[in-house]
């Protein structure tokens, strides 16, 4: 008899633990429920030109540990808006659904906003999709739930601060961190609260100079003379807009943020007269090995997104909820914006009350 299929992608930004992610469908696919398991390289586009491979216990040995992703992926090839190397573009919608539903009954489609936006509209065409979410930015909408790759990312910014805190410290310098999240600032919050930094700025809220200065300025008063200064890609002054680094045609979202980290140290150099350096960590917190817990929530993501396509449950993305129980966020909720920082977040009231200060 033959045996039935899942075809499994990875689309968008990579993140730490993609491959965990590959590994826990593939296992559970094949141990638990019988199944063969297809993956599309490189996203989409391996969908458009049928560039497939066959996930076996074998080709998912190992790769737990493993940063980026075995499938390949990438953030530029929406199937409705297909890239066709000439400056064009084409709608290839029609034909990935029956590329998909040749090698497969049902695609895991493991992503970000854009690739489980895509996948929605394509269910809504009637591909059936389970949706897996994944993203260093944790901007998805679906609930309280946590992406994998994020802790990974915002761990990796901390250690980061850890280290510019002791050169800061030396020099009696303001140095300011510019990590990635896009129009969210969560990787900027959590690293700036466990890194111990002294002003977090984050796109959710506007900041002004002067207040910055007038944190600065009480830290001197309290004989600290150096400054950690976190500061999300996205964040933007008061009356000002977000720093733009450049656009990317082909993308689902074309902008692309970066920037504001050096604007913000030049700005506060020339302000205070006080020497101020800017670094960016850029892709370093997308690359490496995921945190034990993101391997933790990878693999329970997996599993849970196997276990809905086992019972055609098509429509959802996998999250958690209480006592780590799979609880399956619509597709079209996950798919309806991203999710901002509040700004009455517990973890934004914490760092406030412990003096951090966020600009405003
Ligand atoms: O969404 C993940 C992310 O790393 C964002 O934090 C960042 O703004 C963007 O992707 C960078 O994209 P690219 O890899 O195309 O430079």
Not at 19 to 30: D, E, F, G, M
Not at 223 to 232: D, H, P, T
């Amino acid at each position: 008899m033959m045996k039935k299929k899942i075809a499994v992608l990875t689309g968008g930004g990579d993140a730490p633990g993609l491959n965990a992610v590959i590994r826990a469908i593939t296992k559970t696919a094949i141990r638990e429920y019988d199944y063969e398991v297809i993956g599309f390289r490189d996203g989409f586009r391996g969908v458009v030109e049928e560039n497939i491979v066959y996930l076996t216990e074998k080709e998912v040995s190992g790769i737990l540990p493993r940063g980026g992703t075995i499938l390949g992926t990438s953030n530029r090839d929406s199937p409705f808006k297909f890239p066709m190397g000439n400056g064009k573009f084409e709608d290839k919608s029609d034909q990935c659904i029956q590329t998909i539903l040749k090698y497969a009954e049902t695609l895991i489609s493991i992503g970000g906003d854009g690739s489980l936006m895509l996948s929605y509209e394509l269910s809504k065409k009637g591909l059936p999709v389970i949706g897996c979410p994944k993203t260093i930015d944790n901007d998805l909408r679906v609930g309280d739930a946590q992406t994998f790759g994020f802790e990974s990312a915002y761990s990796f910014a901390t250690e980061a601060l850890d280290r510019l805190h002791t050169t800061a410290e030396s020099h009696h310098r303001i140095i300011c961190l510019e990590v990635m999240g896009r129009y969210a600032g969560w990787i900027a919050l959590y690293s700036g609260l466990a890194g111990g930094a002294d002003v977090i700025l984050i796109p959710e809220i506007p900041f002004k100079y002067e207040k910055i200065i007038a944190k600065i300025d009480r830290r001197l008063a309290a004989n600290k003379k150096f400054s950690l200064i976190v500061v999300a890609e996205g964040a933007k002054p008061k009356d000002g807009e977000m720093s733009i680094q450049k656009h990317v045609v082909a993308s689902i979202d074309p902008v692309r943020l970066g920037g504001i980290g050096n604007i913000v140290a030049q700005k506060l150099e020339q302000m205070t007269g006080r020497e101020t350096r800017s670094t960016v960590l850029g892709h370093l917190q997308r690359g490496g090995s995921p945190t034990a817990y993101d391997r933790i929530l990878s693999t329970i993501y997996g599993v849970s997104a196997m276990d809905l396509a086992a019972k055609k449950q098509y429509g959802y993305v996998v999250t958690l909820g209480s006592n780590n129980k799979i609880l399956p966020v619509p597709l079209a909720e996950a798919a309806s914006g991203i999710r901002n920082v509040a700004p009455d977040n517990g973890v934004v009231m914490a760092a406030r009350k412990i003096g951090i200060s966020f600009g405003d």
